[in-house]
């Protein structure tokens, strides 16, 4: 095989591998936390790796914040949320009475807005 015919061949699967991940990606369910697909990872670039960590956690219901993840792993924890004792913690985080009312409105899903929200840090 010449390296033209390679080159062919590569760009060929990387497309179909493409194709494959963005048709995967939006046929995926609303994220449980967020209630809407994920954003963008171009979006979260400007935050810190720590932040990234943390929200990255959080869409995937693996996180210490949320008291469903901590409930399941220590059986003392009850899974309620401990500013307004509503459950399951996991649906509500972002419409939470508990919290100011500017973290509880559509910008809150976007990657930044949610980090302030959860005093995660952020770069100035």
């Known amino acids: 095989m010449s390296s033209d015919e390679g080159n062919w061949c590569n760009q060929g699967l990387r497309r179909i591998r ?17 209630n809407s697909q994920p954003p963008e990872v171009s979006e979260e670039l400007n935050l810190p790796r720590e932040t990234r960590t943390s929200l990255a956690q ?25 500013k307004c004792a509503r459950s399951p ?11 100011p009312r500017s973290g509880r409105d559509e910008s809150v899903a976007e990657s930044n807005e949610a980090a302030k929200f959860l005093h995660l840090r952020t770069l100035p």
């Open 58 to 82: 959080l869409r995937s219901g693996y996180s210490s914040l949320l008291m469903s993840y901590v409930s399941r792993i220590k059986q003392e924890v009850v899974d309620i949320c401990p």
């Open 89 to 99: 913690h996991t649906r509500h985080l972002f419409n939470c009475r508990g919290f």
């Open 18 to 34: 493409k194709e494959t991940v963005l048709n995967t990606i939006n046929q995926m369910a609303a994220n449980k936390v967020l």
